[in-house]
Each structure stands twice: as structure tokens, then as C-alpha cells.
């Protein structure tokens, strides 16, 4: 939805100060302000693990200018046997949250670690270490698409409950920068804030605060370490270099500036570290001793121009044979090409995971043009970009590389494929001519794309040996010194809580042999976890040596912040309350008074009309009979 339609929505419906109480409207909205984890209320999260270090993630709600953050480490869940312990800082700059690089660690072990701030604690997180030297398992669970609009992250909650896996693995579309209504009508199964599609610092600010407010998705990071990487909708749906195909710049701004905001974001409420060298990238690599190396690639936003990219959603430029190999097309540049080059070249663990973003496999399914089927391309993966699909095949063969697994995920479908390209012609019967395999995992809750294309799909792509395109759910990957296993498992969704999980299929590649075959048997040797840590933070939430003041608001968010006209802000009420504003000036003046009215508990929204106020700082104070909090703005 455009912004501008967004604002004479704001206007006429909010008629400056009108009260809107979102609180009960909503049945399925799982999101809140949990008062025994404050003011952790967006929880904990762990990422990027290494042999010898890991990145702990908090974010702070308060109403304070900054706030110092301790941290401890430690190998047990009471928190005694400390390894680690520091302090950092927060403010608004960052969006009060934080993220430390404890390093000094020992491989292949679990740790725990909390976050202390305002005379709380934070809950526990788990988390663990990669292994060295001879490994001889690694289960990895990857998933992607996890739009909280159209349902529960159940998926997340049946993984916590597992606990079994030692790594996630996130494939982007982590977030939905799409906003849950279609030209004023809610089309989907929950809300998210802001309601319009996020584009300047603060809407991305306020996605990722909603997302992290669920508890599956809380409860997930908070007992495992994950690796996420961005795909378009961190972004803009199908973001490229130089444009989205849903960036309007008339209204969202230049794209280069809202591209820059979301990375901005991104980086903020993701734990993971972060290459200073250049920050529209994502390129690094874990090693799990010897037995693998997992190599992380950026392919959205240093992709393509924009003039290829609407040529390649040209309904007729999908048709079959068109070759999409134009010079000036890119998947991620030179120096990640180079560099993806290079890892896979000076590899020497037995298996090469490349985890991206989108399918790298060619493959086609069924369109309809005048109501003629012809075959499509997914224009989305690397279909669009034959030439660095090319390099990367050369690499493999000129330097004789095995056992290749790539990882995948975007197209909301669950997939297996074998990858032709090996110095002889492939042969499906026996996999000759395979270079590697491909494991593409479904959504969590995004919807079907492919929906009821098996057949279609089976008959003309010889290289895929499994699809299902009905379903949402995950992936699990065992890895062992002699294979390489993919379990496909199916979740529910579409607005029920549920537990319920079904085993789709299982496929395999055996070492050294590059391509798929059916389960044949146990490959990973069960092994015992240790306990997921407790929901509640130790003294179940309670002070530890500060009293802490009950906020009676919760501010999440005010936006647009600087503004021009108005200024819309949400905020959660723990208890009905009489609502009043006052704005001041830097001087303290008292500028203007509103009077909100009574809110319900929940979810609040108001927007006020400053359009009056000269250019400059204001704070704006909300005042109940319980306290005040304020925070400040900029008049443009």
C-alpha cells in the first residue's frame, strides 16, 4: 500500500486524537508485552557461532536517553560457574539493543548467558559452540519465510520442543516488510505494526519489534544459536541492487536510502557479526572441523540492474529457451562471485554447504497464457542469472570438487534436486553428471507459489526427485562423514496453534557420489541434548537489587520520527488509564495539550497533527495518574 494512501487513511480515520484499542480485535495476535520478562520484553537471541566465540542479543525497552547492559556467561544454567561477564551500553541510536562478541570459548560446548539492566534480569539464553578436528555429526535445522501475518510460527515452537539440533539456520525472509492490509482490507490472519509496508528507520524499527514480541519466535533464539541471512522481504519484495519491484520512490524515498535503513535494522535486532568492510554483503564461513565447511552468500540486493530484473518479470520473457544471460546480470557482484569461488576452491572438509538465499537449481513450472500452459522459469533463483550459475558449475569441475550441498529457500516450496552440470551429460537414472544437490525448504507461514504443479513439475524437470508445493514446514540435516540426509517435515498453519508435525520424505547424498537417493537407512547416531533452559528469568523476573517502577505504558513505537505533518505513535496500556499528552519545546514550554481519552489494555494507536509546530526538537510526555513517560521527536 502506498504511503500517501496511508496518510489520508491516517487522517480521515484517526481525525488527529481519535482512540483506536486494538486489544481483543484480534484473536490471533500472540504478540505482548510480557511483564514477568521486562524490560528483556523482546527476549534474548545468540548467532554466528564459531569454534571459539559467539554473538548474545538483547534489546532494552526503556524511556531512559541510555542504559548500561551487563552481561554474564556461563557453563551451567544457574549462572555460577561464570566464564564471562562485562558491560555495554544502549540508546536510542541503536534502538536500545545490543549485541556482544563473547569470544575465549571452548568448541563443541553449551553455554548460558543473561543480560542484567534496570534492576532486572533478563531471561537465559542456550546456546553452543561449533565443533574442530574430527566431527562426526552436525544436525541442522533451516527453514525460511516466516511471514507473522498469514499464521503461528509453529514450525519455531516444534523445533524448540525437539531439542535436537545443534545450529539454525535461517534463509531469509525473516521479516515481511509488506504490511498486513491490501488497499484498506486485513487479508490475512494476524496484525502486524506498522499496518503499511515498512520503509524509513522507524516502521523497520517497528517490524522487527512485532516479530520479536512473538513467543514462538522468543522462545526459539532463546534456547538455540542461529544463523540468518537476508533475502528480499527484509528488504522490499524482490529487491535487487537498484530497485524493488514493490518500492514506490515517489513516496518511500530514493530506494538507495531504504535500502540503507533496512540493512541498518537488520543489523540491529539480528545477532550476527558484522562486516565492516562492506555492508551490503553477507559472506562468511563456519567451519565445523572437517567435516564441513558452510559458506554464506549474499544473491538479493547486489543482484541484477533494474532494467533486467522488470525484463525478467516480463510474462513473456519466462517462456522456455529465452536465455537470461545478459553480460551486465549479476547475482552478487564480482567480489562475492570471487569469493564464493575461493571458499569453495581452498575447502578441505569432506562437504561444502552453500546456504543462499534462492534456488540455484533450473527448473521449470507451468504457466498460463491465454490459457496455454507453457513452461516458466523461476525468475526469483538463479534462472535469471545462467552465467554466474555457469561460474560457479566451471569452478566445480575445473578443480574437481565434491560433495556440494546447497541450501535454499524463498519459493515456498519443499524441494530435492540432483544439479546437472558435470563434464558429462547428466543421466537421471544414476545420477551421473551431478555436480552436487540441492535442498530447498518450505515456508513456515507464507503461502503456496507452486501449489498442485507436482505432476507438471516431475515430468519436466528429470533432476528433481522431490517437491511438495501443498505445504509449509522445515528442514533437518544431518550430516555425517559419509552423507548427508534431509528430513522434510510438514507444520500447520493459517492461524491454529499446533504441535502436530508429519515426515514428508527423506533424501540423501553419499560421499563423493553428487547426487540424490532415497533414505537407505540410519546415518546419525542419536545423541543426548541437554536440557532446554527454563521461560522465566532466575528469580522469575523479579528485582535483583534496584526496585523497579511499574510503567503503566510501554512506548513501541513513534514514527515517523523526524516528521512533517504527523506524528502517529503505538503504545501498549497494562491497565485501562486516562490518556493525556503535552508537548515541549527543548526549553521546556509547553507547546500543546492533547487529550487521548481512555485506553483499553493492549495495543494503542493515535496520531497527532504538529503540522503548526516550527522545525525543531520536541518531547512529547504522555501522562497517565500512574506516571509519565516522554520521549522526543523532530519537526522537519
Not at 537471541?45 to 569454534?51: E, F
Not at 543489523?267 to 553477507?282: C, F, G, L, V
Not at 560457479?392 to 546437472?420: E, Q, R
Request: charged share 20%.
Amino acid at each position: 500500500m502506498k504511503f500517501l494512501y496511508q496518510l489520508v487513511v491516517l487522517v480521515v480515520s484517526f481525525l488527529l486524537t481519535t482512540e483506536h484499542s486494538f486489544a481483543g480485535l484480534y484473536p490471533n495476535d500472540r504478540s505482548e508485552l510480557d511483564s514477568t520478562i521486562q524490560p528483556f520484553y523482546h527476549g534474548v537471541a545468540s548467532g554466528d557461532p564459531l569454534n571459539d566465540r559467539v554473538i548474545i542479543w538483547t534489546r532494552v525497552t526503556t524511556d531512559q536517553a541510555s542504559v548500561s547492559v551487563k552481561w554474564r556467561m556461563a557453563t551451567d544454567t544457574g549462572m555460577q560457574n561464570i566464564i564471562g561477564q562485562g558491560t555495554v551500553s544502549t540508546d536510542e541510536t541503536k534502538d536500545y539493543t545490543l549485541k556482544v562478541d563473547v569470544a575465549g570459548l571452548q568448541p563443541n560446548t553449551y553455554y548460558y548467558y543473561e543480560f542484567e539492566a534496570l534492576g532486572r534480569l533478563s531471561q537465559r539464553g542456550r546456546t553452543k559452540t561449533m565443533p574442530t578436528g574430527d566431527v562426526s555429526s552436525l544436525r541442522i535445522a533451516f527453514m525460511s519465510c516466516s511471514n507473522y501475518s498469514f499464521g503461528y510460527f509453529n514450525t519455531y515452537d516444534i523445533i524448540k520442543k525437539q531439542n535436537d539440533v545443534d545450529l539454525l539456520i535461517h534463509l531469509g525472509d525473516y521479516i515481511y516488510e509488506d504490511g498486513f492490509k491490501i488497499n484498506g482490507v486485513d487479508t490475512v490472519h494476524r496484525r502486524t505494526f506498522p499496518e503499511y509496508d515498512a520503509f524509513d528507520l522507524a516502521s523497520y524499527r517497528l517490524r522487527y519489534a512485532w516479530y520479536r514480541l512473538d513467543p514462538s519466535t522468543r522462545n526459539l533464539h532463546q534456547q538455540y544459536p542461529m544463523v540468518v541471512i537476508w533475502d528480499d522481504h527484509e528488504f522490499a519484495n524482490d529487491a535487487t541492487k537498484d530497485t524493488a519491484l514493490r518500492h514506490n520512490p515517489a513516496t518511500q524515498g530514493p530506494w538507495s536510502v531504504r535500502k540503507a535503513n533496512a540493512i541498518r535494522v537488520y543489523k540491529e535486532w539480528i545477532p550476527m557479526r558484522e562486516d565492516t568492510s562492506n555492508t551490503n554483503i553477507i559472506n562468511f564461513t563456519q567451519r565445523i572441523g572437517n567435516l564441513a565447511d558452510i559458506i554464506y552468500t549474499e544473491n538479493r540486493i547486489e543482484r541484477i540492474d533494474a532494467n533486467d530484473f522488470q525484463q525478467a518479470y516480463d510474462l513473456l520473457s519466462h517462456i522456455d529457451n529465452l536465455q537470461y544471460d545478459t553480460p551486465n546480470r549479476t547475482m552478487h557482484g564480482f567480489r562475492q562471485m570471487e569469493w564464493m569461488s575461493q571458499e569453495l576452491k581452498k575447502s578441505t572438509a569432506t562437504w561444502k554447504i552453500l546456504a543462499n538465499q534462492v534456488v540455484f537449481a533450473s527448473y521449470v513450472y507451468k504457466q498460463a497464457i491465454l490459457g496455454i500452459p507453457f513452461p516458466f522459469h523461476n525468475a526469483a533463483g538463479w534462472d535469471i542469472n545462467p552465467l554466474d550459475r555457469k561460474k560457479i558449475i566451471d569452478t566445480i569441475n575445473h578443480y574437481s570438487i565434491k560433495n556440494l550441498v546447497i541450501l535454499s529457500g524463498d519459493i515456498h516450496t519443499a524441494m530435492a534436486f540432483d544439479v546437472p552440470g558435470g563434464v558429462v551429460p547428466y543421466n537421471p537414472t544414476t545420477g551421473v553428471g551431478s555436480i552436487g544437490v540441492e535442498f530447498v525448504s518450505d515456508n513456515i507461514t507464507s503461502g503456496n507459489i507452486l501449489g498442485g504443479q507436482e505432476s507438471y513439475m516431475y515430468a519436466n524437470n528429470s533432476h528433481l526427485k522431490y517437491v511438495n508445493s501443498k505445504s509449509a514446514g522445515y528442514c533437518v540435516l544431518d550430516v555425517t562423514p559419509t552423507s548427508v540426509c534431509c528430513d522434510f517435515w510438514q507444520t500447520d498453519i493459517y492461524g491454529l496453534l499446533s504441535d502436530t508435525k508429519t515426515l514428508l520424505g527423506t533424501w540423501c547424498t553419499i560421499k563423493d557420489q553428487n547426487h540424490l537417493k532415497p533414505y537407505i537407512g540410519p546415518t546419525f547416531t542419536p545423541r543426548v541434548f541437554p536440557a532446554l533452559v527454563p521461560y522465566s528469568p532466575r528469580n522469575n523476573g523479579l528485582s535483583v537489587g534496584v526496585k523497579n517502577k511499574q510503567q503503566i505504558i510501554e512506548i513501541m513505537s513513534l514514527f515517523p520520527n523526524p516528521t512533517q505533518h504527523y506524528l502517529r505513535f503505538q503504545y501498549f496500556v497494562k491497565n485501562p488509564e486516562l490518556f493525556n499528552a503535552v508537548i515541549y519545546d527543548v526549553l521546556g514550554n509547553e507547546i500543546q495539550q492533547i487529550d487521548l481519552g481512555y485506553k483499553q489494555k493492549g495495543l494503542n494507536e493515535d496520531a497527532i497533527d504538529i503540522s503548526q509546530l516550527a522545525s525543531g526538537n520536541y518531547i512529547i510526555s504522555f501522562i497517565t495518574s500512574n506516571g509519565t513517560v516522554s520521549r522526543k521527536f523532530v519537526k522537519n
